[in-house]
T-cell receptor
Framework: DAKTTQPPSMDCAEGRAANLPCNHS???????VYWYRQIHSQGPQYIIH???NNETNEMASLIITEDRKSSTLILPHATLRDTAVYYC??????????????FGKGTKLSVKP | DTGVSQDPRHKITKRGQNVTFRCDPI?????LYWYRQTLGQGPEFLTY????????KSRLLSDRFSAERPKGSFSTLEIQRTEQGDSAMYLC??????????????FGPGTRLTVT
């Protein structure tokens, strides 16, 4: 079962920052937070992941609270092409057969002009 | 294009027929995953290969489903005696192997199956 809670939908104005929250209150010490997104009719796309430090890459920033019970994915300047379903996933580091991702229903982000 | 590819992209079949899907992972990736996604839901894990070995299968993978990766490169997923409930998007993903702690998975575009 998915171990994360996300709002089902969010809207964001084009050019503004999109802040997508995720609650993972039962996260274990060796579990990472991963974010993927799925644009309509495409396969999921990896965005970013982190353990406890904030992370940034060319797509987004990931802010993880100090107690690691929640995180926020930030798209700094959302565009219409960022309209997608965003999935927050907690997953142990690779170490055996636990490689599969457990997806919830995600947050449908709609970026509006 | 060096991404994950899947064939066919769409398949319409009649109930009771057998279907086979193919996945070609990124060439240097030795881990390969199959997922299924129904409308409005997130993808659900079906099975996973490390090279040619099938290491994990979900209980979603009934006896009518079989997956192979004979030479540790491409993989096939076969569904026998299809049922209307098998209608879904079938997604393939791959990731590198090795000693690194974490890996992201790279997904293909999926095969959409419609059983009539």
């Amino acid at each position: 079962d998915a171990k994360t809670t996300q709002p089902p939908s969010m809207d964001c104005a084009e050019g503004r920052a999109a802040n997508l929250p995720c609650n993972h209150s039962t996260i274990s010490g060796n579990e990472y937070v991963y974010w993927y997104r799925q644009i309509h009719s495409q396969g999921p796309q990896y965005i970013i992941h982190g353990l406890k430090n904030n992370e940034t890459n060319e797509m987004a920033s990931l802010i993880i609270t100090e107690d690691r019970k929640s995180s926020t994915l930030i798209l700094p300047h959302a565009t219409l092409r960022d309209t997608a379903v965003y999935y927050c996933i907690v997953k142990t580091a690779w170490g055996g057969s636990q490689g599969n991702l457990i997806f919830g229903k995600g947050t449908k982000l709609s970026v509006k002009p | 294009d060096t991404g994950v590819s899947q064939d066919p992209r769409h398949k319409i079949t009649k109930r009771g027929q057998n279907v086979t899907f193919r996945c070609d992972p990124i060439s240097e990736h030795n881990r390969l995953y199959w997922y299924r996604q129904t409308l409005g839901q997130g993808p659900e894990f079906l099975t996973y290969f490390q090279n040619e070995a099938q290491l994990e299968k979900s209980r979603l993978l009934s006896d009518r489903f079989s997956a192979e990766r004979p030479k540790g490169s491409f993989s096939t997923l076969e569904i026998q005696r299809t049922e209307q409930g098998d209608s879904a998007m079938y997604l393939c993903a791959s990731s590198p192997g090795g000693l690194a702690v974490t890996y992201e998975q790279y997904f293909g575009p999926g095969t959409r199956l419609t059983v009539t």
